[in-house]
């Protein structure tokens, strides 16, 4: 019976890969392959739960300005807020400007 090929096997023979090589390189771009698979689920894992705690952020804020919180701690809070929730609420700013 002769098992055709990986497309990994077959590219690296394209590329005139020594053959006793071959199945070095292919573990390697395996892993390589791999990694890049757990890494793209990593950061949209990571992008889904900065969205979490950002929302949860602004909620507070909106909160705090809802019950008149003196200026000096809405500041004070405005700069404790995460980078994307200042991009956040800017992108909002600029378009009800524009509204």
């Not at 098992?3 to 771009?29: H, N, W």
């Not at 950002?54 to 701690?73: C, I, M």
């Amino acid at each position: 019976m002769n098992a055709s090929p990986s497309p990994l096997q077959s590219a690296l023979t394209r590329c005139k890969v020594d053959p006793r090589k071959q199945g070095l390189y292919e573990v390697q771009l395996e892993r390589a392959a791999d990694q890049y698979r757990h890494d793209v689920k990593l950061e949209a894992y990571r992008a889904e739960l900065g969205g979490r705690v950002s929302y949860k952020e602004l909620n507070r804020f909106k909160d705090a300005l809802r019950r008149g919180t003196s200026a000096e701690k809405l500041v004070k809070r405005w700069q404790e807020l995460d980078p994307a929730s200042h991009e956040f609420v800017t992108m909002h700013l600029e378009y009800a400007a524009k509204a």
